[in-house]
């Protein structure tokens, strides 16, 4: 009753209304486009490529990201990934060159300048990334059915096409951002992730059934695989929403006979400061083996490649892992400052109670973050490679992808950050909040990837 009542409280927000049913009506313009086929390619060559991509670990997570329009050679094919790419890349530099830390710190114009600069890189990364994309679908497509040829300048044409469906996808999530519910980009991230949950689901349920292909286990273990599923998200929610509180005290300040301030408040440090962005550095740096060996596929190769080659295996996951604690500290390191952050106390008048404001104040805080993010960068490092052992356990390499990794950390970055924009809609009118104690917490790093 509660959830029907908190239903018709949405509906009854005109504002709130008709942002989730513009958010509906885009989300829906992007479903649709991911079934427009490149031109010139037919049901043959489709299935050519969908054959590739079932069999390849870095085709099928790309094919996820991009809610199957890679599989499907749509005009939507490259996804949002290259933006999301131009994003960190921009990041980045905005870390070590001062141009872009200057820009940083001139608010919106600088922010203008930036979102710019993402957009003209992202160009360019199609542009590379189109002519690839193409020249692996001929290969494909070649071994396959014998398809024709593609020349010069009809790479030239799909790649414009490929970089405008992105550039388009880019404009959709803005658009979300802007007259939605919020987060457009993580959106629609999360709209291609979830398209394929139920085909994986579907699969995975009649794979178990009696007489089916690999249906060790039958019905119990499909019902055991849901409960570990729902499992592991519990602990990715936690791992999201999990924070540690530092006291600070505020000085008194006397303003003729009165005093004022003294109140104590709190610094939240996220046990995973970083998010989802460690895993996306180390799994850029894990998939070169992959791709110099052939996109996945491990025949014909051996030693090196053939351990790195095998998503599956201990030797690529135990690297994977490695590389995530290592990634999650270096990005807290540059994401949370604690020497700004005891500045800025400072200048305000507060202090922690028992340390000395200043240098005290930036070690203090550094140690804390030190300790709290190591129990998050192993916790990040052990849900980055649950999908191996899921798969170690006979689930099936599609629906293996949910039990961990980018995908999970997304679904349950955005989904928490969408129903904190849902609460705070119902608690401005004056309605009961989605949760009982009205306590959704979302992510503080503003990004889902």
């Known amino acids: 009753m509660r959830f029907i009542e908190t239903i018709r409280n949405i509906w ?5 209304r008709k942002r989730i049913l513009v958010t509906l009506l885009l989300v829906l313009v992007y479903r649709l486009g991911c079934y427009v086929v490149l031109p010139g390619i037919s049901p043959e060559d489709l299935d050519a490529l969908s054959k590739f991509t079932n069999k390849s670990g870095l085709m099928q997570l790309l094919d996820m990201f991009s809610g199957g ?9 490259l996804g949002i990934m290259p933006y999301i790419t131009a994003s960190i890349v921009i990041q980045l530099l905005g870390m070590v060159l001062p141009s872009f830390q200057k820009m940083q710190r001139e608010g919106e114009s600088g922010r203008q300048k930036l979102s710019q600069y993402t957009r003209y890189l992202t160009v360019l990364i ?46 959709l999530g803005e658009r979300i951002t802007d007259r939605g519910i919020g987060n457009g980009i993580s959106f629609i991230i999360l709209v291609g992730i979830i398209a394929r949950l139920p085909g994986a689901l579907f699969y995975e349920f009649t794979s178990r059934l009696p007489g089916s292909t690999g249906s060790q286990g039958g019905l119990i273990m499909f019902v055991v695989e849901i409960i570990l599923l729902f499992a592991v998200t519990v602990g990715a929610v936690l791992l999201v929403q999990g ?28 046990v995973n400061a970083a998010g989802v962005m460690p895993i996306i550095f180390a799994q850029a740096i894990m998939f070169i083996p992959i791709t110099l060996a052939g996109f996945g596929s491990s025949e014909g190769t051996s030693g090196f490649y053939a351990a790195f080659s095998d998503i599956n295996g201990f030797w690529y996951n135990f690297v994977y892992f490695i ?28 202090f922690i109670p028992g340390v000395k404001p200043g240098k005290k104040t930036a070690e203090y805080l550094d140690s804390i973050m030190s300790r709290i993010t190591l129990p998050g960068s192993l916790f990040l490092g052990i849900v980055a490679i649950l999908p191996a052992f899921a798969r170690f356990f006979g689930i099936s390499q599609n629906f293996a992808q949910f039990f961990g990794g980018t995908s999970l950390l997304i679904l349950v970055g955005v989904v928490l950050d969408t129903l904190q924009q849902i609460e705070s809609h119902l608690m401005m009118h004056h309605y009961d909040g989605l949760m009982k104690d009205g306590k959704i917490k979302g992510r503080t790093t503003g990004s889902a990837y």
């Open 12 to 16: 009854t927000i005109e504002e709130l």
């Open 69 to 77: 329009a890679f599989s499907q050679a749509s005009i939507f094919a």
């Open 126 to 171: 199609l542009v590379l990334q189109g002519p690839a994309y193409l020249a692996n679908l001929q290969y494909q497509v070649s071994a396959a059915t014998g398809g024709a040829h593609m020349g010069f300048w009809t790479i030239a044409f799909l790649t414009v096409i490929l970089a405008a469906g992105s550039m388009f996808i880019m404009w």
């Open 243 to 270: 924070t540690r509180k530092v006291p600070v005290q505020y000085a008194k300040r006397i303003v003729g006979n009165r005093q004022y301030g003294g109140a104590r408040q709190y610094i939240p440090l996220k």
């Open 323 to 350: 590389l995530i604690v290592a990634f999650t500290y270096f990005y807290t390191a540059i994401t949370v400052r604690p020497t700004q952050m005891a500045e800025d106390m400072k200048r305000n008048n507060g």
